[in-house]
């Protein structure tokens, strides 16, 4: 291997542990309220997660548990009462929703002030405009991983692979809004290996194990790994290639450990972001 190892672990407790001393001093505790639909077992699991890291720095977590058969309107009801009440800071519906229900209009219904995933449509158009509210969590995770590794971003060459609300678009803003020159690549994408060697920074989001392989990596250049996909076997492995593309590329995100570990961290950003915001005139 030659490439630089990027640690998301290492760097995420570093973020968690400033959360949770800013929150030590804020003189109130924020509250989180994570809305999971159903029992997808993925999500439970980052749901745990991210109660777990939220009391941890301090901010005062809960889950509302809604069953798969809940429909639109129990959801839309369970988000508005917390868009009412006082002592929640941050609203977070777990993706994806059981198929029945519109994650469009349950996204809509949250305060757009407590949205800590940023997938409200007010803030994805502010972010789209370079003026970022609250940031979705796995792409800001992503630019804090750059920034703590040094690679620069501004006049970089970067592509974008996968185009989801979740990560591929905003993460293309925030890639733009810090002066890199953006591709978005997709599906319908031709001659994608040839569009990533052209980049000095891949971050790679569509959720295909191993699908980026070295030959698709120009010498040097920094993988962003996104990526979580499990194999056959159990194993998780991300959407490059890990043991070929770090004899190529300069810098690498390994998964796990990579952006997972900062897509968690970031949410307990946003949520202190958005309780200091709401208490401020
Ligand atoms: N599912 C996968 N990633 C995310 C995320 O960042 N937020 C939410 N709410 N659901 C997800």
Not at 40 to 69: F, H
Not at 221 to 235: E, S, Y
Not at 247 to 265: D, E, H, L, N, S
């Amino acid at each position: 291997m030659n490439a630089r190892l990027i640690d998301g672990k290492a760097i995420a407790n570093v973020v968690r542990t400033e959360v949770a001393a800013n929150v030590a001093c804020a003189g109130f505790t924020p509250g989180l309220a994570v809305v999971l639909v159903g029992d997808d077992p993925a999500s439970a699991v980052y749901v745990r997660t991210k109660d777990k890291a939220a009391r941890d720095a301090g901010i005062e977590a809960r889950t509302i548990r809604l069953p798969a058969n809940a429909d639109e309107i129990d959801v839309v009801g369970a988000v508005r009462k917390l868009n009412q009440d006082p002592t929640v800071d941050g609203i977070l519906v777990q993706m994806p929703l059981p198929k029945h229900i519109n994650a469009l209009v349950v996204i809509e219904a949250v305060d757009p002030a407590k949205d800590v995933d940023g997938f409200h449509p007010l803030n994805v158009g502010l972010l789209t405009e370079g003026r970022p509210a609250l940031v979705p969590c796995t792409p800001r995770g992503v630019m804090k991983l750059l920034e703590v590794a040094g690679i620069g971003v501004s006049g970089a060459r970067t592509i974008v692979l996968g185009r989801s609300s979740i990560v591929g678009r905003p993460m293309a803003s925030l890639l733009l809004a810090a002066n890199a020159t953006v591709t978005i690549a997709h599906s319908r994408t031709r001659n994608l290996p040839a569009e990533c060697r052209r980049a000095d920074i891949v971050v790679a989001a569509v959720g295909r194990a191993e699908m980026v392989r070295a030959d698709w990596i120009r010498t040097g250049a920094t993988i962003i790994d996104v990526g979580i996909n499990r194999l056959p076997d159990g194993r998780l492995t991300g959407d490059a290639a890990f043991a070929e593309c770090a004899q190529v590329a300069g810098a690498i995100t390994p998964v796990p450990g990579g952006v997972g570990p900062m897509t968690v961290a970031c949410l307990l950003e946003n949520t202190l972001a958005a309780a200091l915001r709401r208490r401020s005139p």
